[in-house]
């Protein structure tokens, strides 16, 4: 080994400390970009992978009745109709234990052995057999219920029990932890003890020829015609793109905005190398004019240390791309396993590699750049001469004002901290800029999450109704009122009344923001039970009786219609009629599992129905209501009540307002803490780098401690300085930070609120999160001094008066 | 013979915050092959620069100087420091070896800068001239790992390690005791035997007898340029 590179190595290999400081820096950037860009890249394409592992049907159309085989073989002839996987699936009530409540579930029951679309997969156990039913799998994990327990579940009025035989991947079912029922499968013989006999079917799995969308939606018309030529009424139809997993839209909102994250990680670490490298240049000063004054010249001074830089970067790869790597395959796991994916291949993401070899080699000699040539360009005089201490202490006014100032109101160590910390400003505002970065994306992100709490509990607040029960069939108010208002607590209570619908203009179908569909709601115009945020328009008011209607914002964006627009609806064997729009509304809960209300007032809905006083919900307020618990409660005796008298409950349409809160803060928590885990994240790169630009100062004022040891400084005075300066720096950061995050936090809280949520989020200011910050701030910058401190107090006055 | 180094005329002023300090005023003298000359005066007075300006470390702000026939304010900062490789040995008071290379490393660097000799010829002069400066038992160590004496010996070596005719040292033995400070001169001049032209500054006035010539500097000008014989007398 030529001794130049011999000078590489040692000085990588004998500051161990410095070479590790500059190894993380870089790594902590570089694990940012792997870790990120794999994890997206990796959700989508495992989503969509098993999405399309499992033959997903284009529509599911889900009956009023139940057909048998014959029926479903003659709707397989139909044009288009590329096959039909017959299923059922019915609600049921069940308990883990004997002593718990009644809950909701689903009970599956289709021919196993021979489903062809939206398989399920048996994962362990055994298929459901007589007297053993199997469980999904998420279901299984979130309840606690395993292979060998025994479940009750509610058969014709009585408790019966049922051993679990297996366990199953359901792949469409809403994870429970999002608020989805608990899923159970049984076989035909099995079903037909819940009323179903053998050989009927309640749902349709249906794959047309030749995909797309409007031609799944025309075939889907067509076996809706053909059924109701029969007879046969239709609840809903879904579609599903057979390429896009249900769960992407939980992912894609957040990718644009971790993308961004990963970038300012890299950039902060990017900024952590340039101070890496002049503290490096700076200790070295003495060795470049040495070096030159031998006969090296800026080629040999730049080729050293530019592979300094690049053997920073390699060992900084060597870490980043095995975490990153890692990091990204278990949060993609742990991510995908909350949809119900297995994800146990470990994949390695060629984008990320090839994006963290790039942040790792390139980025760091870009940092790098400028103070190796002016380390290069360094002329030996400048390298190697003396100018004794304090001679770059500027004569700025700037520098005079600080001077007067810390003389005013400081102690002399005070002062001499705040003097020395703007001795280098361009240095001081890179650590700075670090600090403020982290510190404006950690309060943006508590705004973000204050904001997401203020919306939901604004939309809460607007749902003045405890329960909301749907039915399956339509019912009179004089038959349902009296059993809920009999229920004790129940202060008040109305029905409304719910058809599917499709949204026409001009015969063309528009398209609606959510994944069961539309659904026209007829409430009683003036009603003090719910009441959105109208974005465009007006609200329902007493008196309204005409079709009017107050659609989402979203489907008014999605389709170009505005107030005063008359659209038409299509309400199955209701026919179409005409509506005006009057106004749009905000939807704050949506998404894949939800129902787009289109609501307008009850005797429109009724008069184009041909009934009277009867409605398919139920809308209560209690008294004895304002817990979730309380709630849910009080929803499954009124279900049960109901149960009772033979009415059908929808669990499609019911809701307690509390439970689905519960349900959208725990989609919004796997969001709000990958956020959090970066701005924490930036604070650590933050925090890395004040200890390089500390540790810099300690070199660059070896001599100045030299002369303070000399005239009596003890080790405590001397670390003390460093230790202030830390926490002045951290101090200003925040100082800066506060405002910088309160003028940008309220666009920005609103540009994640649409990319990551779609909605327009009521902004609320995070004001706790301001003397959080402070508390980590200082924190991390009174940790981050402690080394240079160290490195201060241990500074002997003879090495440092004769060091040159 | 011709002069190897000729100052002609130098000036030299530093700004100073808003002033302009003169270091160096109108300093002219010739120094021949072989002359062992020694700079002294008191501190502050611009023995240092004037010896910078020697080396090209520094340039005059007027005037001239030429060593071994060239102008060296006339060299780029990479041309002056091939120079520097090939015709010039530096030796400092603080001896500045690089400190994360060995002694032998330490000689070997402006071989492996100037590529003036094949590598593996590299090794055996240096092992030569550490053997010449009596440090051969040491070639292996960390400067850290010897004494002030000794890296000064060192750095005596490296200063020869491309066999360069002029040698210039700043203040040498200013970081010794007596009896290492008498053991460098010995060495100097053995060197001066030898045939290397050898500038040094130096307050050591005792040492400074030992050299063929003495230039005192006093307010940035020469204030006297004798022969030892002639200020001796």
């Known amino acids: 080994m030529s001794v130049i590179w011999h000078k590489v190595w040692s000085d990588l290999w004998h500051h161990k400390s410095r070479t590790l400081l500059a190894v993380l820096s870089i790594a902590a950037g570089v694990f940012s970009v792997g870790a990120i860009f794999g994890l997206v890249d990796q959700l989508l394409s495992g989503m969509d992978a098993a999405h399309r592992a499992v033959a997903p049907s284009h529509a599911n159309i889900i009956l009023r009745n139940y057909i048998t085989q014959d029926i479903v073989d003659d709707l397989k002839e139909l044009d288009g109709v590329a096959g039909i996987d017959p299923v059922n699936q019915i609600t049921v009530r069940y308990k883990i234990n004997p002593e718990d409540d009644w809950e909701l579930g689903t009970l599956v029951q289709r021919d196993y052995e021979n489903q062809v679309y939206d398989q399920q997969v048996l994962t362990e156990g055994a298929w459901p057999s007589e007297g053993r039913i199997a469980i999904e799998r998420l279901s299984s994990e979130y309840w606690g219920a395993d292979i060998g327990d025994s479940l009750i579940l509610q058969v014709d009025g009585e408790e019966q029990s049922f051993e679990v035989g297996g366990k199953i991947r359901h792949p469409f079912v809403q994870p429970p932890l999002f608020g989805g029922q608990a899923h159970f499968f049984t076989n035909a013989e099995g079903l037909a ?41 239709v609840v809903v139809t879904l579609y599903q793109y057979p390429d896009k997993h249900w769960g992407r839209m939980f992912v894609e909102g957040i990718n644009a905005v971790m993308q961004v994250m990963a970038v300012v990680a890299l950039f902060l670490s990017v900024i952590l190398v340039l101070n890496t490298m002049t503290a490096l240049i700076t200790q070295q000063t003495d060795q470049i004019g040495i070096i030159k004054s031998i006969g090296g010249r800026s080629g040999d001074i730049m080729k050293i240390y530019f592979v300094e830089v690049l053997i920073l970067g390699l060992l900084a790869l060597a870490i980043a791309l095995p975490a990153g790597a890692a990091f990204a395959f278990l949060m993609s796991q742990w991510f995908l396993n909350l949809f119900n994916i297995d994800y146990n291949e470990f994949v390695l993401s060629r984008l990320a590699v090839w994006l963290q070899v790039g942040a790792a080699l390139v980025a760091p000699l870009i940092a790098a750049l400028q103070p190796i040539l002016r380390g290069a360009r360094m002329t030996v005089r400048a390298a190697i001469a003396t100018y004794g201490i304090g001679s770059d202490y500027g004569n700025s006014r700037f520098n005079k004002a600080i001077e007067k100032l810390a003389g005013l109101f400081l102690s002399s160590l005070f002062a001499v901290s705040l003097g020395n910390m703007f001795r280098r400003k361009g240095r001081l505002a890179l650590t700075l800029f670090v600090l403020v970065i982290a510190g404006v994306m950690f309060l943006m992100v508590m705004t973000l999450i204050s904001s997401t709490n203020l919306t939901l509990d604004n939309e809460l607040s607007r749902r003045a109704f405890s329960v909301r029960i749907g039915l399956t069939q339509s019912q009179p108010a004089d038959k349902i009122l009296p059993l809920v208002n009999a229920e004790s607590g129940v202060t008040a209570a109305e029905m409304w009344t719910s058809r599917n619908a499709t949204l026409l203009r001009e015969g063309e179908r528009l398209e609606d923001s959510a994944g069961l569909g539309a659904q026209l709601i007829g409430i009683p115009p003036g009603t003090n039970m719910f009441r959105p945020v109208i974005v465009s328009g007006r609200w329902l008011r007493a008196g309204d009786a005409e079709n009017v209607i107050v659609l989402s914002q979203e489907t008014a964006d999605k389709n170009e219609v505005g107030v005063g627009d008359t659209v038409t609806l299509d309400l199955g064997d209701l026919g179409e009629s005409n509506w005006e729009v009057i106004g749009t ?58 149960e009772d008298e033979d009415i059908g409950i929808d669990f499609y349409t019911s809701l307690v307002p509390l439970e689905e809160r519960d349900y959208v803060n725990n989609q919004f928590a796997s969001v709000i803490s990958t956020l959090l885990g970066l701005a924490m994240i930036a604070a650590t790169v933050g925090a890395i780098g004040l200890t390089g630009a500390l540790a810099i100062s300690v070199v660059e004022r070896t001599r100045e401690i030299g002369v303070m040891r000399a005239m009596g400084a003890r080790s405590n005075t001397l670390s003390t300085l460093y230790l202030m300066e830390g926490a002045l720096q951290g101090l200003i950061s925040w100082v800066i930070a506060v405002p ?42 009174i940790s981050a001094s402690i080394y240079p401190a160290r490195m201060a107090a241990r500074a002997r006055v003879r090495e440092n008066l004769s060091y040159q | 013979m011709p002069p190897i180094i000729t100052v002609n005329n130098v000036y030299k ?81 603080f001896f500045q070896l690089l400190p994360a290379l060995s002694l032998l490393q330490n000689i070997i660097l402006p071989m492996d800068f100037t590529k003036t000799l094949p590598a593996k010829q590299r090794r055996e002069r240096a092992l030569h001239l550490l053997d010449q400066v009596g440090l051969a038992d040491q070639a292996h160590k960390l400067p850290s790992a010897v004494s002030g004496g000794q890296q000064q010996r060192a750095a005596i070596a490296r200063a020869l390690a491309n066999d360069p005719p002029l040698i210039v040292a700043d203040e040498p033995t200013g970081n010794l005791d007596a009896k290492t400070s008498a053991e460098v001169f010995e060495l100097f001049a053995h060197l001066v035997d030898q045939g290397k032209t050898l500038v040094m500054v130096t307050h050591n006035t005792e040492l400074s007898r030992q050299s063929s010539r003495v230039l005192e500097v006093v307010s940035g000008q020469i204030v006297r340029d004798e022969s030892v014989a002639k200020a001796l007398a």
Not at chain 1, 597 to 626: C, F, H, K, M, W
Not at chain 1, 749 to 756: I, P, S, Y
Not at chain 2, 30 to 55: C, H, Q, W, Y
């Open chain 1, 193 to 233: 003890e819940f009323g179903i006999p053998e050989g009927l079917y309640g749902q349709l799995f249906v794959r047309v020829d030749d995909y797309s969308l409007e031609r799944a939606k025309e075939i889907a018309a067509d076996i809706r015609s053909e059924l109701g030529q029969r007879g046969i009424g």
């Open chain 1, 585 to 642: 509304y905000r939807v704050v809960y949506g998404g894949g599992f939800a129902v787009e209300p289109i609501y307008a007032p009850i005797p429109a809905v009724e008069d184009v129905a041909g009934t009277s006083a009867e409605g398919t919900q139920v809308v209560l307020r209690a008294s004895n209501a304002a817990t979730l618990a309380d709630a849910t409660a009080l929803a499954e005796r009124l279900e049960a009540r109901l």
């Open chain 1, 740 to 781: 910088l995050a309160f003028v940008l936090s309220q666009p920005l809280a609103r540009l994640l609120g649409q990319r990551m949520l779609e909605l327009d989020l009521d902004y609320a200011f995070n004001l706790p999160a301001v003397f959080i910050w402070l508390a980590v701030v200082m924190t991390f910058a």
């Open chain 2, 13 to 93: 002023t530093y700004r100073a915050g808003d002033a302009d300090i003169p270091v160096l005023r109108g300093v002219s003298f010739d120094v021949l092959p072989g002359e062992f000359v020694a700079i002294v005066g008191p501190s502050g007075n611009g023995k240092t620069t004037l010896l910078n300006m020697m080396t090209g470390i520094d340039h005059p702000t007027r005037g001239a100087v030429t060593v071994n026939g060239k102008t060296l304010n006339t060299l780029s900062e990479d041309q002056l420091a091939l120079w520097r490789g090939t015709d010039l040995g530096i030796v400092f008071q």
